[in-house]
Nanobody
Framework: QVQLVESGGGLVQPGGSLRLSCTAP????????MSWYRQAPGNERELVAT???????NYADSVKGRFAISRENAKNTVYLQMNSLKPEDTAVYYC?????????WGQGTQVTVSS
């Protein structure tokens, strides 16, 4: 059973920042594409940001310029830095590791943006 361990969620005011972390097993982290998804109540899960093994990134239009995905290879960890948070960013955020054949998910971490 592959475990992706997420942390960093919480309650933040609009305009604030949070950084999410996701740690994966080394054999997964070194070869898989790492992504962050989110799911708000009543909505489908949506892609937020992706970083391929080579370092290329892709973002949802709704978070471009505000969120940044990065990875720290020495710690097998991928981060999602979230700035200028809005109430509509409120959701459960999931880390994902995927290849062409397999996808693994983390347990999710709640992010709530509210005054």
């Amino acid at each position: 059973q592959v475990q992706l361990v997420e942390s960093g969620g919480g309650l933040v005011q609009p305009g604030g920042s949070l950084r999410l972390s996701c740690t994966a097993p080394r054999n997964i982290f070194s070869i898989y594409t790492m992504s962050w998804y989110r799911q708000a109540p009543g909505n489908e899960r949506e892609l937020v940001a992706t970083m391929a093994r080579g370092g290329s990134t892709n973002y949802a239009d709704s978070v471009k310029g505000r969120f940044a995905i990065s990875r720290e290879n020495a710690k097998n960890t991928v981060y999602l830095q979230m700035n200028s948070l809005k109430p509509e960013d409120t959701a459960v955020y999931y880390c994902s590791a995927h290849s062409t054949l397999t996808r693994y998910w983390g347990q999710g971490t709640q992010v709530t943006v509210s005054s």
